[in-house]
Structures are given as structure tokens and as C-alpha cells.
């Protein structure tokens, strides 16, 4: 099993934790849960969610060093089991921010 997965953020609201040990996502308190991505979901989540972006944050992020539940699940019945954070995000088990920027077609990608 992967120990490490992925969160997508906007730098933007990224900074609004920077004098913070957590991290919450914008949509945490409304749907109780921080969206995650193993390697292989990322440029998925990018395409689905992020297009016209110019410039996200990666955090990727250590399952063993979590604090909230981390939950697999499949709740939109697609076959397809997704991370789900179910709490704050405890910041020392991020251990590495990657900074993707869109190329000349406004497209976010990331290699592994």
C-alpha cells in the first residue's frame, strides 16, 4: 500500500494556515472531509476540477504521520475508492509541497 498521497490547493488559501500546525480545505466543515488523491488519481483530479488554474499547490503527504481518520471510500458508486481525510490536516505530515504551474495550453499536470 502507498504511504504517501496527494492534496491539490490553491497557494492562496494554502497561506491562510501559515501561522497554523493544520490545514483545513475550503469545503472541510461543509462536507466533514479533506479530498485526497493516491498517485495515479492526481492529473484526474486536476483535469476534473482545476482547469483554467495557472497555479496549484501538490502537498503530498504521509499517511502515517496523521492525526484524522483517513478513509478510503467510493461514495459517488463510480468503482473507484478515493482518500478521505475526516479532520484537519496535522501539517508535519506533509513532506513536500510541489508547485505545478499550467503549460502553454493552460493544462496542470504532474509526473511521478
Known amino acids: 500500500m502507498?504511504?504517501?498521497i496527494y492534496h491539490l490547493v490553491i497557494p492562496e488559501w494554502w497561506e491562510t494556515f501559515a501561522e497554523k500546525d493544520y490545514y483545513e480545505s475550503e469545503t472541510?466543515?461543509?462536507e466533514k472531509f479533506i479530498?485526497?488523491?493516491t498517485a495515479e488519481q492526481v492529473n484526474g483530479t486536476l483535469n476534473n476540477y482545476f482547469k483554467g488554474v495557472e497555479r496549484i499547490l501538490l502537498l503530498h503527504v504521509d499517511i502515517q504521520k496523521l492525526?484524522?481518520?483517513l478513509i478510503f471510500e467510493d461514495l459517488?458508486?463510480?468503482g473507484?475508492?478515493?482518500p478521505h481525510?475526516?479532520?484537519r490536516l496535522n501539517k508535519d505530515a506533509v513532506i513536500e509541497i510541489?508547485?505545478?504551474l499550467a503549460d502553454a495550453d493552460g493544462i496542470l499536470k504532474v509526473k511521478f
Request: aromatic fraction near 12%; hydrophobic fraction near 35%.
Open 2 to 4: 502507498e504511504t504517501t
Open 28 to 30: 472541510l466543515h461543509e
Open 35 to 37: 479530498h485526497l488523491s
Open 67 to 69: 492525526t484524522s481518520e
Open 76 to 78: 459517488f458508486g463510480i
Open 80 to 82: 473507484i475508492q478515493f
Open 85 to 87: 481525510l475526516y479532520g
Open 98 to 100: 510541489q508547485e505545478l
